[in-house]
């Protein structure tokens, strides 16, 4: 009996040991091996000394259009990614299996949204064989995964961290690998530099004469 008890003691605590290096050899591979994809930056949460150095950041995981509409608050759904026009990744849609073809992440539902774009389609009939219909999609929002919205920060750097990302809104990029609906955060970038070579350089970037120039172009 004393022998059985020692085994099983010793076999909780290899699994015990076994279960984070799973998980920090997961994230390596995943951040070596997953493709990479570039995510604006939709807004931070201050700093906060009580939950640890690390920035909160967000991406857009809200109004995901979906065919589905009895979705619920904690399911999990399959969000494809696909890319717009200037490079930027976006969720485009959110399914309940995961995609036949391109990447994804898996996520929880948030909730589920009233109808919302609208989208041109035709169907069959009318005096001249066939006309256009307008139909609408409804959205969801989604739960954004723990280990995509922290970006760990030394102490030495986490206020000047929040201030960078204050002075580059709109200009700030999260950079994400993707593996089998994993998802890493790799890095934030304000404009072309990584947030701690930016930081390390003593914050150099000028994002006011930048936006000056957009609206100018504008």
């Known amino acids: 009996m004393e022998n059985r008890t020692k085994w099983i003691f010793i076999g909780y605590a290899v699994l015990v040991l076994l279960i984070p290096i799973y998980m920090v050899g997961s994230s390596a591979n995943i951040l070596s091996n997953g493709k990479l994809y570039k995510f604006r930056m939709e807004g931070y949460d201050p700093f906060d000394f009580f939950r640890g150095n690390y920035l909160r950041v967000r991406i857009d995981t809200r109004g995901i259009p979906t065919d589905k509409d009895d979705w619920l608050p904690g399911e ?23 995609p036949s073809s391109g990447d994804y992440m898996v996520s929880k539902v948030d909730r589920l949204n009233g109808f919302s774009r609208s989208v041109t389609g035709f169907i069959t009939g009318g005096m001249f064989g066939s006309e ?50 994993n998802v890493r955060l790799q890095d934030i970038y304000l404009g072309k530099k990584p947030i701690m070579e930016y930081l390390e350089d003593g914050g150099d970037g000028d994002f006011d004469e930048e936006r000056r120039g957009l609206q100018f172009r504008f």
């Open 132 to 181: 256009s219909e307008e139909y609408r999609r409804k959205t969801v929002d989604v739960e954004m995964p723990n280990n995509l919205g922290k970006y760990f920060i030394t102490e030495e750097y986490a206020e000047d961290g929040e201030f960078a990302l204050r002075r580059a809104r709109g200009f700030a990029t999260v950079h994400v690998r993707v593996k089998n609906g």
């Open 76 to 98: 999990t759904v399959y969000l494809s990614i696909d890319v717009d026009q200037d490079g930027y990744a976006f969720f485009d849609e959110a399914l309940e299996e995961p």
